[in-house]
């Protein structure tokens, strides 16, 4: 597993300098760019991090409100697996990934087999809003 490496600049992850990621950049198409790859997740109770790979990214659709504000919505889920010898307990936990930088992430433990542990973050966010002029 990489070493980290605190610096002045942020942290380092197989030679990449961890930046925080905005959350407007945690969006579906961009974990779904992420599949297969793996992620550092750091604990207050735990003094190594865990590695745990994500394994499925499932759209959960977008909605639209009108109104005097157009509301754009887009709900997905993400499927981790870590190793069981290592459980993270449910909560929210500091993610690290060398192309997406540090973020914060709610997670859930939901299954476990074959060695593994099966964790879901869900996502429920606003992606745009605009205000509607009237019609004159």
Known sequence: ??????????????GVTMNDAPQETLTLARFSSLLQTHFLVRTAAA???????LVQVTPGGAVTK???????????SLLFH????QPLPQGT????????????????????????LHYQAVF????QASSRLPAG
């Open 124 to 127: 429920n966010r606003l992606v």
């Open 66 to 76: 009108a109104g005097a504000q157009v509301q754009q919505f887009e709900s997905f």
């Open 82 to 85: 870590g190793p069981q010898s």
């Open 1 to 14: 597993m990489p070493a980290k490496v605190v610096t002045a600049t942020g942290a380092s992850y197989a």
């Open 93 to 116: 936990h500091s993610f690290e990934h060398p192309q997406l930088g540090t973020f914060e992430l709610f997670i859930v433990p939901v299954a476990a087999e074959s060695g593994r």
């Open 47 to 53: 003094s190594e991090p865990v590695q745990i790979e």
